[in-house]
């Protein structure tokens, strides 16, 4: 069991504290705020965290059997994105290979014209 935090004696205790002004103006700093705050939103979250494995636990039980269709799924769509990209790969290679590239500016390849040269 996690041990309970009394926020009210903590933030009485900051008060005590703070009377300094060293501490005073520390204390009113926002890296300071936005350490508190980190603690608080970890220690409000821990404290959900039982609730919400128990939810994903129940709620992985009723999607398990699922998966295999949806694996099914997944890998038609990977075996068909795999495809296209051999078939452009493929594409771009005939086109080197017949010497019909063209360079980034928009005009052939020196070779590719000088292969249409018959050299």
Known sequence: MS????VKNVQAEVRRIASRPEVRKLAESKPVHAAAGAGVLASQTLRELPGRLAKWRSEA???VSGL???????VTVVRTRAATGYDKLAVRGKR???GSTTNRRGGQNRRAVDNGKGQ
């Open 3 to 6: 041990p309970v935090i009394d």
């Open 68 to 74: 295999p269709r949806r694996a099914s799924g997944y």
């Open 61 to 63: 039980n009723a999607n």
């Open 96 to 98: 080197v290979m017949n």
